[in-house]
């Protein structure tokens, strides 16, 4: 807890220190027009996580019963703008329900490196990789599983959803800015030094004719899980690196699963990390 912080209330919705929660647009936050280099959270639980990392968090914005949960947390160089459930909607462009916002830091796209998310090239490893996740909810999911099953790292592909829009964090529960990530330029070839270079046993989620069962798949040491969009699945390219495919088996007439609980199946099989 923070010993004296940042409250202004704001009664005027048209104050210059608003202007960037103001018609609040994830794209808008991406650049390069308007507000490059930031992101938004919402919901409490989201601002939470982002208040306790340091450095990440510019401003927040609550309507006034969020005050004693979370003006406590903001360190004083982060100011806790506080304005009317009316006053917020008019600024954001739309209805904030649950009346809490904050502007967040967007890293340098050029810092989401394989090499940075993944330093390790010994020890028990297990990487998440994803082939053009394009959904919102399903990118936010699969944050939220490896969180949950103790994976070291996500790779997303060129195509995956941007995990920083607002849903997509909050649906990872604020994961999303806590799971050391990366999005790869060079998918494929990037799955070839994960695999030369990390020594990382890749295994595709997919239905192919040689898919194997995955309780018959043995954990590898350092382990790769790759999963795919739900109606496209994986491309053949990355088939092709993968070294074992294998399937959830399932009652006759069902064939597969939404991604993010496929990929909660795979973690919780494959994971080499510490869980409780």
């Given at each position: 807890m923070n010993p004296t912080p940042n409250v202004i209330t704001i009664d005027d919705p048209a104050d210059p220190r608003l202007d960037v929660y103001r018609d609040v647009r994830d794209r808008d936050l991406r650049g390069p027009s308007g507000r490059p280099g930031r992101f938004i959270g919402e919901q409490a639980l989201t601002v939470e996580k982002m208040l306790s990392i340091p450095g990440l968090t510019e401003s927040v914005l609550i309507a006034p019963n969020w005050i004693d949960r979370l003006a406590p947390l903001a360190p004083p160089d982060v100011p806790v703008y506080v304005v009317t459930p009316d006053t917020m909607a008019t600024i954001a462009g739309f209805p904030i329900h649950r009346g809490v916002l904050a502007v967040g830091r967007r890293p340098a796209p050029e810092s989401?490196?394989?090499?940075?998310?993944?330093?390790?090239?010994?020890?028990?490893?297990?990487?998440?990789?994803?082939?053009?996740?394009?959904?919102?909810?399903n990118i936010g999911l699969l944050f939220r599983n490896a969180a949950a099953f103790a994976a070291d790292a996500v790779v997303l592909s060129p195509r995956c959803h941007d995990p920083l829009y607002r849903k997509s964090i909050r649906v990872s529960i604020g994961h999303v800015l806590t799971m050391p990530w990366a999005q790869s330029v060079t998918w494929v070839d990037d799955l070839d030094r994960l695999r030369r270079e990390w020594g990382i046993t890749l295994i595709a989620a997919a239905l192919t004719d040689d898919a194997r069962a995955i309780g018959a798949v043995d954990p590898p040491d350092r382990v790769g899980i790759v999963v795919g969009a739900e109606y496209s699945g994986l491309s053949a390219d990355t088939l092709a690196r993968c070294d074992v495919v294998a399937k959830i088996p399932m009652a006759p007439g069902i064939d597969s699963l939404n991604v993010g609980v496929a990929s909660a199946v795979f973690l919780e099989r494959f994971s080499r990390g510490t869980r409780r």
């Open positions: 989401r490196t394989i090499d940075a998310a993944v330093p390790t090239r010994s020890g028990p490893l297990t990487v998440l990789l994803c082939e053009d996740i394009t959904n919102i909810d």
